[in-house]
Nanobody, 128 residues
């Protein structure tokens, strides 16, 4: 059984919206902060957004502020990424990640090494 499973990726036209979901197989894999990262072809994986378990704070990369919204539903062990006004440069494999602790620090929450569990990713392709 996978620990984190992303869904919702696909092909979308620029300017349109897409929603991603990531569900943890149990509470053990969603106990702390969770985040979305992405990796475009030929580029390093980069931080997108993060949210602590209580959902009382959110952190976003500058490139997605105002367009993307992260949220979570702890009853379902799920986080969500609503992506609006998508651009071709948003094209990437989007990965879900989960930490064992809660981070209320934007810098720490944005660091790849903060997260212990990772999903296999879901492809998002934005066409012109």
């Amino acid at each position: 059984q996978v620990q984190l499973a992303e869904s919702g990726g696909g092909l979308v036209q620029a300017g349109h919206s897409l929603g991603l979901s990531c569900t943890a197989s149990s509470r053990a894999f969603s106990r702390g902060s969770m985040a979305w990262f992405r990796q475009a072809p030929g580029k390093e994986r980069e931080f997108v957004a993060s949210i602590p378990r209580n959902g009382d704070a959110t952190y976003y990369a500058d490139s997605v502020k105002g367009r993307f919204t992260i949220s979570r539903d702890n009853a379902k062990n799920t986080i969500f990424l609503q992506m609006n006004d998508l651009r071709p440069e948003d094209t990437a494999v989007y990965y879900c990640a989960s930490a064992n602790t809660i981070y209320y620090d934007g810098h720490l929450a944005s660091q790849e090494q903060t997260y212990f569990y990772w999903g296999q990713g879901t492809q998002v392709t934005v066409s012109s």
